[in-house]
């Protein structure tokens, strides 16, 4: 399945999918596959595609079924879903990083 929002971006910024492989450290043809849908991008690559094209997520990701083996769709992901999970991923990786600091703190007091 074409990611047909995904292409709808690039072109209207007149970016080839050279250019956007070279930004992603992709070969063209590696790109290509992920933009006809025929490899799944991880969130990492969806994050750094929002950051090249500097859209929001919602703007370019398209929700997908995630098969099982026989090609039952067992999941639907919505793109609000998913961006709501990108954005709790940063925050609790922030968390993280400040509960490290003020154990640090608190060690240092000791």
């Known amino acids: 399945m074409k990611l047909l929002k995904l292409i709808k971006q690039?072109?209207?910024?007149?970016?080839?999918?050279?250019?956007?492989?070279?930004?992603?450290?992709?070969?063209?043809?590696?790109?290509?596959r992920r933009e006809n849908g025929l490899i799944q991008m991880t969130i990492s690559e969806w994050e750094k595609l929002s950051l090249?094209?500097?859209?929001?997520?919602?703007?370019?990701?398209?929700?997908k079924f995630i098969k099982q083996q026989n090609g039952i769709p067992i999941l639907i992901i919505n793109s609000s879903l998913y961006n709501d999970v990108l954005i709790l991923n940063r925050e609790l990786k922030l968390l993280k990083k400040e509960n490290q600091k003020l154990k640090k703190i608190l060690r240092s007091k000791k």
């Open 10 to 32: 690039r072109k209207n910024r007149g970016l080839s999918q050279e250019c956007i492989a070279e930004k992603m450290n992709f070969t063209q043809s590696q790109y290509c």
């Open 52 to 63: 090249i094209l500097d859209v929001n997520l919602n703007e370019i990701y398209e929700s």
